[in-house]
Each structure stands twice: as C-alpha cells, then as structure tokens.
C-alpha cells in the first residue's frame, strides 16, 4: 500500500494519566522541555497525523484542556480529590470510548519525538497484515504504548478489563498483530522517566526539534 491521506480515519490519543512516581510524582506531561511542555512537543509532531487528538489524563484537567483538544479522564475522585491512578490500560479504554474514528493512534505524553510518519506507517502495517493492532519494533523490543488500534477493538478491551486484567502486553497477545520495524529509529521512543532523563534529554537535542 502506498502512501494515502489517512489521517482523516485516525484519532490521535495522548497517555498522560500516569502517577508518574519516578518524576516525584509531578505530572509528566506538563513538565517543560526547553521552554515547551512535554505534552505540547507530543502535540506538535501528532497533530498532522491525524483528524483529532484526545487527550487522557486524571490530574490538572483545565490545564490540558488550554491546549484546544477533548480531555477525557478514567479516575474516580477518592479522599480530598486524590485522583485514583488505574494504569495505561484504563486511560486508553476511556479514549477508545469517546473515539468515533475507524482508526485509534495511542502515544504516551513524555515521549517528545515520536516519529512523524508513525500513523502512516503503522496503518500500512496494518492493513498489509489484515491486523487488528500495529505496533513498532525498535529493533530490540516491540513498543506497546505506541499502538495503531481498530477502535471497534473497545468493546473487547472493555470486556477484558473488567475481569480484572490490567496488562496491555498480555491483551495484545490475543491479537491479530502488525509489527512495523523502527530499528533504524529508536531513539524516536525516548520516553522520559526521570528528573535527571528529562535534564540530559534537554541538553542533547536541539531546541526546536
């Protein structure tokens, strides 16, 4: 398959409801990476990949709905408004659900490079493979937050998740599966942890990369 305007069947969805206990427990995606949230430098390289871009988040709501897209959360409100953190799978079943798409791209929040052609390619691989899921290779190991998703896949996840499962690596062996190799890019799944990842990070790149 060649290259085609597809991002008109694709909702780009944004992880960034993570506890993020590493980071001291500050939101990740609203740290600055040279004078830019991370979220925003996620944004900006999703953007024009895609129809529309969700956000999925369980803190600081009103700041994420400041940069112009839905936010969608999968917490519960507990004790003082402590937000109730149920992991990756969790934030990207409440996106599969508000997503009215053929196609769902899921990224996480603190990964600020991510490939540019990423919807494209793993929508190739997809199709190619007759899939359900694409997903990148870096040619080490498979990356299982940067998915190509069929979104009619929601109902399934959903159904798996309340059985108490909360692995999205043990979900995706029971599916039709796309590998589309990035070896040659694996620097483009950077994700930042840590304070100290995030300083060396934002010393070795360019400011406006």
């Given amino acids: 398959m060649g290259n085609t305007d597809t991002k008109h069947s694709i909702t780009g ?3 960034a409801g993570g506890q993020a206990s590493r980071m001291g427990g500050n939101d990740k995606g609203l740290l600055f990476l040279n004078e830019k949230r991370l979220i925003e430098h996620v944004i900006n390289r999703l953007d024009s990949q895609v129809e529309q871009i969700t ?3 369980n803190r600081n709501i009103a700041t994420y709905e400041s940069f112009g897209h839905p936010v969608i959360t999968d917490s ?3 004790s003082k408004n402590k937000p109730e953190f149920n992991g990756p799978l969790a934030g990207i079943l409440a ?3 508000s997503v009215n798409t053929t196609y769902t791209l899921i990224v996480p929040c603190d990964s600020p490079v991510i490939p540019l052609d990423l919807g494209q390619r793993l929508l190739n691989g ?4 007759n899939a359900e ?3 990148p290779f870096d040619g080490i190991r498979r990356q299982p937050l940067f998915l190509l998703i069929k979104t009619e896949l929601k109902d399934e996840l959903r159904n ?3 059985t108490g499962e909360r692995s999205m690596k043990r979900w995706l062996e029971g599916k039709s599966l796309a590998e589309v ?4 890019e694996r620097a483009s799944f950077t994700n930042l942890n840590t304070p100290i990842e995030l300083r060396t990070f934002s010393q070795t790149v360019t400011k406006d990369f």
């Fill in 13 to 15: 969805l944004i992880l």
């Fill in 55 to 57: 956000i999925s988040c």
């Fill in 76 to 78: 519960k409100t507990i």
């Fill in 95 to 97: 996106g599969l659900e």
């Fill in 126 to 129: 997809l199709i190619q493979n």
């Fill in 133 to 135: 899921v694409a997903v």
């Fill in 160 to 162: 798996y998740y309340l």
């Fill in 181 to 184: 190799n990035y070896s040659k």
